[in-house]
């Protein structure tokens, strides 16, 4: 039959062609888009007892419309990394029902019940103590398992060949690795940061730095990445008394560095404890960061007796640890100044009163976060670099 956009009104009959809805009671069905990217569509039954979500890459981005063209195979990619996933960290992701290549749509778990980390910062809530641990714990399971240190060598080529995604890695190395740092007409800022903008651009130390966080990107390909892990892509809530974290839209995975999942949380990070700042809505904030470190790493050390490879030893496990994390301060950084000078702000700074002091703390915090990551040994050392008020 071929690739169809699905519409509203397709949704019911899409849903029993595929057999996910085996009654032919009414389906009630609602267009929830909020991403850049894709539609989602929220389908129940008439009594409420049943529903399902249905996410289809459009051959655009959404936001654009078809003068941005986009392949919708970047539906593949998602679907891929949810299935990796499923097999070691089943409880951090919607349970997925079934993925249609043909029309690159995913069949999921309908999680309205929860919420979008993101928005429930922005509204001054706190982190609680589960999220950055589980998110530190699903990074770790999930680049443990899809590195060459949790996969056999034929498997982990056989994923690396399957996960090459020019397309989508062309605009991470674009839009978070190059453009901030150049003139670029994708790039904009309050007119307030104007003399930050073209300091950044002008630093020569930085731009090596991020030349080469750029490089370790294009060529590190050390583990199966979400890819924009960030607190837009994370649902939280409670069900049946307990904590509940979900990581989603994973469109953006490749093979890659660790490094880049959790520099893009911290980023986030530092960002959200900004907006708290300026409106005195501190809390948990500033235990983040160390939070999802010690959980990644804890969990990494737990995994690594499993380890395919022997030759491997504890020795080499504290090197490499070592490098991940200070990757992961380097990409913070880089993230944080690309959503402040360059495409694609943050709400949280966005939605301020004024966010012209929020944004030059968290843009000097985020050079130097680059420029000083090898010299920052451990969270509290990243505490003294978090910009004063």
């Known amino acids: 039959m071929g690739y169809r956009i ?62 941005w063209p986009m392949s919708p195979e970047r539906a593949d990619a998602e679907a891929r990394a949810y299935a990796q996933v499923a097999k070691v960290a089943p409880d951090k992701i919607p349970a997925i029902h079934g993925y249609d290549p043909e029309n690159h749509a995913l069949v999921m778990e309908d999680m309205s019940d929860l919420e979008v980390l993101r928005t429930r910062l922005n509204d001054g809530a706190p982190y609680g103590p589960h999220t950055s641990a589980r998110i530190g714990e699903f990074v770790a399971q999930f680049s443990f398992a899809t590195s ?44 307030q940061l104007d003399d930050l903008a073209a300091e950044f651009r002008a630093d020569a130390r930085l731009r090596t730095e ?33 904590p509940v974290v979900r990581v989603f839209d994973p469109e953006f995975s490749f093979v890659g560095p660790i490094g880049y999942d959790l520099g893009l949380y911290w980023a986030n990070v530092v960002v959200s404890e900004e907006r708290a700042r300026a409106l005195g809505t501190l809390s948990d904030h500033a235990d983040q960061l160390r939070l999802s470190w010690e959980a990644f790493e804890t969990e990494f050390r737990r995994l690594w007796p499993t380890r395919v490879d022997t030759f491997f030893d504890d020795a080499y496990l504290d090197r490499f640890l070592r490098r991940v994390w200070t990757e992961s301060l380097g990409y913070a950084g880089t993230e944080i100044i690309r959503r402040i000078i360059g ?46 008020t």
Request: one cysteine or more; hydrophobic letters at 40%.
């Open 210 to 242: 991020v030349a080469d966080l750029r490089h370790t990107f294009m060529t590190g390909a050390q583990a199966l990445l979400h890819g924009d892990l960030h607190t837009g892509s994370i649902m939280v809530g409670e069900r049946s008394g307990s």
């Open 148 to 191: 060459d240190f949790g996969m056999d060598s034929a498997d982990r080529k056989a994923l690396i060949a399957a996960s090459v995604s020019p397309e989508l890695c062309k605009i991470t190395e674009d839009v978070v690795l190059s453009e901030p740092y150049i003139e670029h007409e994708h790039n904009h800022w309050h007119p």
């Open 6 to 67: 699905l519409e509203t009104d397709d949704i019911p009959g899409y849903l029993r062609e595929r057999g996910h809805w085996d009654d032919r009671a009414d389906i009630r069905v609602r267009e929830v888009s909020d991403g850049n990217m894709n539609r989602v569509f929220l389908a129940s039954s008439a009594d409420g007892t049943r529903s399902l979500a249905v996410k289809q890459a459009l051959p655009w981005v959404r936001v654009a419309g078809p003068s």
């Open 343 to 388: 495409f694609a702000h943050l709400t949280d700074l966005t939605t301020l009163p004024d966010p012209v002091p929020a944004s030059r703390r968290a843009l000097l915090t985020g050079r130097d976060l680059i420029v000083r990551r090898a010299e920052l040994n451990a969270p509290n050392d990243v505490r003294a670099v978090v910009q004063p």
